[in-house]
């Protein structure tokens, strides 16, 4: 079964276009909890999507995401800098030849002091201009112990296309 699979992968793959994507976003806190720690968040995301077909993309990402902090807590002592590094699956499905939906989940790794990470998902609209950049926009939810992460996003995307050889 695990070979029909793959061997069903690789077949669709030979007539996609596929790339390595790199983006970057900026996030405002949506809860309470969030917004009283961060004013203000941003991130860079790497990825390799593959196409399997004209209508679904499969791949994985890893990115970073930094919180900056209010700068000052009530009493009066500068918080900490939040950080975040997540690494996921991603999904899009391609409601036209501009617009998708889908999402990325896996586990955030939390870098900073204190910081366990959790559980990752973000929902993603996108819309593409021209053949390689797309603006979107995301939610972006990391479930933790400690404290739980949820921004919006708008962010922007750009493909770099695989070139494929030919052999003569």
Known sequence: ???GLAAILFSCGLMAQQGVKLGAH????ITDEVNSVVSLAAGIDVGYMHA?????????MAGYIHGFPEKYDVGGADLPSIQFLPMAASIRFWLSNSVSIGGD???ALGLNEGNEGGAYYKPILGFLFGTQTEI????TG??????DWATVNFGILYTFPQKYRTRY
């Open 26 to 29: 900026g996030s405002l806190p």
């Open 142 to 147: 990391i479930a933790s112990d400690g404290l």
């Open 1 to 3: 079964m695990i070979f």
């Open 105 to 107: 989940g896996g586990y």
């Open 52 to 60: 399997l077909g004209e209508v679904v993309d499969l791949g994985i």
């Open 136 to 139: 979107n926009l995301s939610y």
